[in-house]
């Protein structure tokens, strides 16, 4: 079983340009610079009970991205904010993933952005099963991918683009493998992150995690697992980690909006001490508790 992202569209709702659309409405230029160049930012929040977690992280975090690419949303963050929670009313679903997209906008063929006047601003809200419930339960089996991440003066990993191929030949080589999910190491050989997710591991009861210097996404999931172990008491720290550490931890797990926290079982063929291990049961039921709140 693969480590698949299925949208069940039947679910979708879409707002676009100011607006809730019907889906056949909801469509893009082919000149535009998004799919064109991957030239965009975009967010993925989770609701629950019909709330947005976390969205003023993900609001800042977009606007950052975007300001970094010298895009600008054509709103304000306030109005953005009520964009999402009108799309999640116009959804039927209890629970599910918004998707918020700033591209760049219709432009002539040449990347050049300064030809491109009116940036595009979408919302989907839909389900998204990144994972299947027998694969979360047994544990994820990772390889450690041949790509490396990209450096960051190259691109700075803080920027949630619309370039993800990077990350999509990673994914390949971990489908091409059999594995649930890969890990990318940076230019230096050392834990940068998932395809989609940020890395943990437990060593002697303390979490260990990279720091987004290393070329890890300053992951919303991560900060509040960070969080969660700070009230549980669990020591933390932010540090380099190469392969050996993962392949020698006590336990190691994944955290992203879309993956929420998945224990990891297996990487490069070496299984883990313990999966789920006591931390990560621990910390994930503090994660439960606080969604369901
Ligand atoms: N790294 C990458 C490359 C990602 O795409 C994601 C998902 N947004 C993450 C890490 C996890 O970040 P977050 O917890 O903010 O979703």
Redesign the pocket.
């Known amino acids: 079983m693969t480590f698949m992202e299925s949208f069940m569209h039947e679910h979708a709702v879409c707002w676009l340009n100011g607006r809730i659309v019907p889906l056949d409405e909801a469509r893009l230029s082919v000149f535009d610079h998004g799919l064109l160049y991957g030239d965009g930012v975009f967010e993925?929040i989770r609701f629950y009970h019909r709330r947005p977690f976390r969205l003023e992280a993900h609001l800042e975090r977009l606007f950052d991205s975007a300001r970094a690419i010298c895009l600008d949303i054509p709103t304000t963050h306030a109005a953005l904010a009520a964009a999402v929670l009108e799309t999640i009313a116009a959804s039927t679903l209890e629970d599910g993933y918004l998707r918020v997209v700033a591209t760049r906008g219709v432009g002539p063929l040449g990347i050049d952005p300064s030809r491109c006047a009116n940036p595009g601003l979408f919302i989907i809200a839909d389900q998204l099963r990144m994972i299947d419930s027998e694969t979360r339960e047994r544990g994820a089996r990772l390889i450690i991918a041949a790509t490396r991440r990209l450096p960051p003066d190259g691109l700075d990993p803080r920027i949630?683009s619309l370039n993800y191929l990077n990350?999509i030949l990673a994914r390949i080589e971990a489908n091409q493998a059999g594995a649930d999910e890969a890990i990318l190491l940076n230019a230096a050989g050392r834990v940068a992150?998932?395809?989609?997710?940020?890395v943990f591991i437990v060593r002697r009861g303390k979490l260990l995690t990279t720091p987004p210097v290393e070329g890890?996404?300053a992951?919303?999931?991560?900060e509040v697992v960070l969080d969660l172990a700070r009230e549980a008491g669990i020591a933390a720290e932010e540090i380099a980690l190469a392969p050996y550490d993962l392949y020698t931890a006590d336990e190691c797990f994944l955290?992203?909006?879309?993956a929420e926290l998945i224990p990891v079982a297996e990487i490069d063929g070496r299984s883990l001490r313990a999966c789920p291990g006591p931390v990560f049961r621990d910390l994930a039921s503090r994660f439960q508790r606080l969604v369901a709140a």
């Open positions: 993925g949630k990350h992150e998932g395809t989609a997710d940020n890890a996404l992951g919303i999931t991560r955290t992203g909006t879309g």
